[in-house]
């Protein structure tokens, strides 16, 4: 009796997708975006959301890299609404399309602003929709596959979003402004299209990625004036010396006999 083992289809996923000629294309980009924002942060600890198998922390010199999030294969195995880090711990965490295919991004940025350092660094990566590809987007809404199954985050909604939190950019580039197309010989022919659009239509590239710095407002420690330390502080101030009043006189005088010695030296 022959047994028929049923093979169910895979889910498609984001990571899936990056294997794809569309994917790759994205992919070779992001790739250089995320090694000029990472290698100059320092610390002690740097975290990546996401995307396991794709190390977007390979230029940075953090002694403590890791990798959070749902998917097989992360270090850390947890929801980035809910990362099981302390706060202020992390000093580098990277978004890299993190935020457009969560039901709840403004979570996930509220728990990335509760576990960065003050003047920590955020690098996010996203779609852009007002682009090309944003266009494609809106075609094909309704489709389940990637990327046109997420919502598009516009980057002055993003920029809003981590004002709020108290997030100041400091770096950012819009890329990938070729028309999405599957196959790679027409992405190809149409490589010419980012030097064109990235000096006529810059903010109209495909995919971006911006690195925000965590501000705090300065504080100042005030202790209160302590009984003790008055005390102290008048037992050594100075005490005003009397002078006497043959010394005084003198002292008055002595501009207006220098005016009179003047007069006769004269």
Same mark, same amino acid.
């Given at each position: 009796m022959a047994v028929i083992v049923l093979q /169910?289809?895979?889910?498609? /996923?984001?990571?899936?997708?990056?294997? /794809?000629?569309?994917?790759?294309? $994205?992919? %070779?980009? +992001? *790739?250089?975006?995320?090694?000029?924002? $990472? %290698?100059? $942060? @320092?610390? @002690?600890?740097? $975290?990546?959301i996401s995307l396991p198998r794709l190390d977007f922390l390979r230029a940075n010199r953090i002694p403590f890299r890791t990798r959070a999030g749902t998917e097989q294969g992360c270090e850390v195995r947890a929801d980035p609404r809910f990362l099981p880090f302390a706060s202020q711990s992390v000093d580098l965490l990277l978004l890299p399309h993190v935020l457009e295919f969560s039901a709840q991004p403004h979570e996930i940025l509220r728990e990335a602003e509760r576990v960065l350092m003050p003047e920590g660094q955020i690098v996010i990566a996203g779609f852009n929709p007002v682009s090309l590809w944003g266009i494609k987007r809106a075609v094909s809404r309704r489709s389940a596959q990637y990327p046109w199954c997420? !919502?598009?985050?516009? +980057?002055?909604? +993003?920029? !809003?979003?981590?004002? +709020?939190?108290?997030?100041?950019?400091?770096?950012?580039?819009?890329?990938?402004?070729?028309?999405?197309?599957?196959?790679?010989?027409?992405?190809?022919?149409?490589?010419?299209?980012?030097?064109?659009?990235? *000096?006529?239509?810059?903010i109209a590239g495909g995919v971006y990625v911006v690195r925000a710095k965590k501000r705090m407002v300065g504080m100042r420690l005030v202790s209160p004036a302590w009984r003790n330390g008055r005390s102290r502080v008048r037992a050594l101030s100075p005490v005003a010396r009397r002078e006497p009043a043959r010394e005084a006189a003198a002292r008055r005088a002595t501009p207006l006999l220098r005016l009179i010695r003047g007069g006769r030296d004269g």
């Open positions: /169910t289809p895979e889910k498609p /996923t984001l990571q899936a997708w990056f294997e /794809t000629p569309r994917g790759a294309y $994205v992919l %070779e980009w +992001l *790739r250089a975006q995320f090694d000029n924002a $990472v %290698e100059d $942060v @320092f610390g @002690f600890n740097a $975290v990546q997420g !919502d598009f985050i516009g +980057l002055l909604r +993003l920029r !809003d979003w981590l004002k +709020l939190l108290g997030f100041e950019l400091n770096g950012g580039r819009f890329g990938c402004y070729a028309p999405p197309f599957g196959q790679a010989k027409w992405l190809q022919r149409f490589a010419f299209m980012e030097q064109a659009g990235d *000096r006529w239509w810059p």
